[in-house]
């Protein structure tokens, strides 16, 4: 699902990546461990297509990364890639409720309105949310707002999910209770995963 050989990412004042080289296979959990600021986030975007490495290669099923367009990349990321970010607020828009966050992206799609609202209520259903499913994400706690960005990294059925320490801001039962639903989502429709952490536990 994931090559990736001998890549190499500079930021203006430092080296996040060098001669890195990685394998993941399709449907796999792969969890990748490392101290803050040793680059893991930096490979995600390079996962995603956020960023290009200065050297190497990337492919994510028969996709050449470094050889794609810009719209190319664009619809790849539509299309193939669910991104949760560590940070809740940029999973979510504060202004919409959960179900109209999950029914965003869905909004990309050529997707008729009535199922768009059936897909959205059937991820919220899938991460637990149905009874929070109106309320926006000031109202819900931080596993739940957890919950709704794994639904919303779902909208697309990507066949790679990308997730940043997607327990770091969280207790561990509730922790315990995310990667038990990322777990199932990888059992279920054979997604495969990438988290990216610094704590051994996950």
Do not use: C
């Amino acid at each position: 699902m994931i090559n990736i050989e001998n890549i190499s990412f500079s930021y203006k004042t430092k080296k996040a990546l060098q001669d890195i080289s990685l394998e993941i296979k399709k449907g796999e959990i792969f969890g990748l461990l490392g101290p803050n600021g040793s680059g893991k986030t930096t490979l995600l975007n390079i996962l995603a297509g956020y960023d290009s490495p200065s050297a190497g290669k990337v492919t994510v099923g028969e996709r050449d990364l470094l050889a794609m367009s810009g719209r190319d990349v664009e619809m790849y990321r539509r299309r193939e890639v669910g991104f949760i970010w560590q940070q809740t607020a940029r999973n979510l828009l504060p202004y919409l409720t959960v179900l109209e966050n999950v029914d965003l992206p869905l909004m990309l799609t050529s997707m008729a309105p009535s199922e768009r609202k059936d897909r959205s209520e059937e991820l919220v259903e899938l991460v637990g949310l149905t009874h929070r499913s109106g309320h926006t994400p000031d109202r819900i706690s931080g596993g739940e707002q957890q919950r709704a960005a794994i639904a919303v990294a779902l909208a697309n059925s990507p066949s790679l999910l990308l997730a940043d320490e997607p327990t770091g801001e969280l207790d561990d039962t509730t922790a315990g209770e995310i990667l038990d639903l990322l777990g199932s989502i990888n059992t279920e429709f054979d997604t495969t995963l990438l988290i990216v952490t610094h704590d051994p536990d996950i």
